[in-house]
């Protein structure tokens, strides 16, 4: 798996203010996830997580005309030119958050990772010796997110909604009974709902009215 995979080019820059909020908040999911699952001896889902956002990266890559694949067992994170680019260009990561997941990588592709953090990122230091990243708070602004929707643990629609309101449990139910691929499920029910802040909306039938 990540024992494979070869970066063949990374360029970052320093200037966080430029990056794309929308992959250092999945960053930041990511982070969370794998700690917890690593605590809990749950390696495959903390893997499947890391896999996750790999795809978020590329695709955010490709979007902002970066050259950005990972194909074959191949993954090239290629830059453009960074003189060509204006300093306020909005970048995938800087250098400091691209460590911080080559970081919670590390204890899954140790040699790998202990390749690229010497070779690449000219650290002295063992990647393994390092601190384990911490989650930093982002101002998200009006970022769009997906909720998903289950009804009796079945998925059955998602719920989009700004990042600014997502907390609100009333606003995520209020979007989802608008969905006809959701309320079809409920018609002639009764239910309650359990919400995990901007995670996932569950609805559990009850009874019939």
């Not at 990972?70 to 994170?77: G, P």
Request: positive net charge; contains cysteine; charged residues 30%.
């Amino acid at each position: 798996m990540f024992q494979e995979f070869r970066i063949q080019n990374l360029e970052f820059r320093i200037n966080k203010n430029t990056e794309d909020k929308k992959l250092i908040n999945k960053l930041n999911q990511t982070i969370t996830k794998v700690s917890q699952d690593i605590t809990a001896v749950k390696y495959n889902t903390a893997i499947a997580m890391m896999m996750e956002f790999l795809n978020e990266w590329e695709k955010t890559c490709n979007m902002k005309h970066e050259t950005c694949n990972i194909k074959n067992k191949n993954m090239s994170l290629r830059g453009s030119d960074p003189a060509k680019r204006g300093s306020d260009e909005a970048i995938p990561l800087t250098t400091d958050n691209a460590k911080k997941f080559l970081k919670i990588l590390a204890p899954f592709a140790p040699f790998i990772t202990e390749e690229i953090w010497r070779d690449v990122f000219n650290e002295k230091q063992s990647i393994h010796l390092s601190t384990w990243p911490k989650v930093e708070e982002i101002e998200m602004g009006d970022v769009e997110i997906t909720i998903p929707v289950q009804v009796n643990g079945k998925l059955r629609g998602t719920v989009k909604i700004q990042n600014s309101e997502f907390r609100i449990q009333n606003l995520v139910v209020e979007k989802a009974l608008k969905d006809e691929n959701i309320t079809k499920y409920l018609e002639g029910k009764k239910y309650r709902v359990i919400y995990v802040s901007g995670k996932i909306l569950n609805i559990v039938l009850t009874g019939n009215i």
